[in-house]
């Protein structure tokens, strides 16, 4: 969404932004999910996260754990820190994230533990990534290649066809977007060539929000993984739930500042243990 940039209006366009950008699935994800617009005009360059957590019939125990974003000053996530104390350690884990002159994302950088997990994108000329490149740093010889996809895009009458190759340019999988009932519903399959396993995933839409996603294995019926969204009148994500082979498994509730309307908690309740995790966001600005 275009975000003009003049002082005086600033505050009224925030009210129709979004703070968090949901449209295929990806906030909380490893992709990046926050409207970089908004980031940029309120000159956010880290929202720190403490995380506490309350088990059921407990009350509310603090840690010395924390979930950092960080963002540069063009507002676009550059790193998702993430740090869990395990008895007297601390294990750290970081996602960076580059970009090129046309803002597209190119490189995800991910480290849970030894060794760093590199994920390298290249596009066309419409923007649609043609190719994925992932590999394992080596501690000494060559990287450890981990993925290698070539797609070429066909367009369809309702859609796109991505024909997808490996290394040694062989066809190995195709993937079919199709977009159905007036842009309210759309589903993907993905075919391996080589084999009968295929996944469907469907999402439906309202109001041009995603509200569900479901994941189907070849022709079962039963979702293997199910995805409920929910918004407020302006339209930010305010719930998620997740569910697999129809069990609940977590439930979001994410909670923005009345007046910035940046992100200000996030409650993730495991529907199992009924463990409540809640993270509490602090906002860090950019000196200038």
Request: charged letters at 20%; aromatic letters at 16%; a neutral charge.
């Given at each position: 969404m275009k975000y003009l940039l003049l002082l005086f209006l600033i505050i009224p366009s925030l009210s129709f932004s979004q703070?968090?950008?949901?449209?295929?699935?990806?906030?909380?994800?490893?992709?990046?999910?926050?409207?970089?617009?908004?980031?940029?005009?309120?000159?956010?360059?880290?929202?720190?996260?403490?995380?506490?957590?309350?088990?059921?019939?407990?009350?509310?125990?603090?840690?010395?754990?924390?979930?950092?974003?960080?963002?540069?000053?063009?507002?676009?996530?550059?790193?998702?820190?993430?740090?869990?104390?395990?008895?007297?350690?601390?294990?750290?884990?970081?996602?960076?994230?580059?970009?090129?002159?046309?803002?597209?994302?190119?490189?995800?950088?991910?480290?849970?533990?030894?060794?760093?997990?590199?994920?390298?994108?290249?596009?066309?000329?419409?923007?649609?990534?043609?190719?994925?490149?992932?590999?394992?740093?080596?501690?000494?010889?060559?990287?450890?290649?981990?993925k290698w996809e070539t797609i070429k895009s066909i367009p369809l009458e309702n859609g796109m066809l991505k024909k997808i190759y490996n290394e040694n340019n062989i066809e190995f999988k195709e993937q079919t977007f199709l977009t159905l009932k007036n842009d309210e519903e759309t589903e993907e399959i993905e075919r391996w060539t080589l084999g009968f396993e295929q996944v469907k995933k469907k999402q439906f839409f309202t109001n041009n929000r995603l509200v569900e996603r479901s994941i189907f294995i070849n022709d079962d019926s039963l979702a293997q993984v199910r995805e409920v969204f929910s918004y407020d009148n302006e339209g930010e994500l305010i719930s998620k739930k997740l569910m697999q082979n129809g069990e609940s498994i977590q439930e979001w509730q994410i909670i923005y500042d009345t007046k910035s309307k940046v992100l200000s908690a996030v409650l993730i309740l495991d529907e199992k243990t009924g463990t409540l995790k809640i993270l509490r966001y602090t906002v860090i600005k950019h000196d200038n």
């Open positions: 703070f968090l950008i949901n449209k295929e699935g990806q906030a909380f994800t490893q992709v990046p999910f926050f409207n970089h617009a908004f980031v940029k005009a309120l000159k956010i360059a880290e929202l720190k996260g403490s995380v506490s957590f309350k088990k059921k019939f407990d009350v509310i125990q603090t840690t010395a754990d924390w979930l950092n974003y960080h963002f540069d000053t063009l507002g676009y996530l550059i790193q998702i820190e993430e740090v869990k104390k395990v008895g007297e350690k601390y294990d750290t884990s970081n996602i960076f994230y580059s970009y090129d002159l046309f803002h597209q994302l190119t490189q995800i950088k991910n480290k849970v533990a030894d060794p760093w997990i590199t994920t390298q994108f290249s596009f066309d000329s419409s923007g649609r990534i043609n190719q994925e490149i992932q590999y394992q740093e080596a501690s000494a010889g060559k990287p450890i290649l981990l």
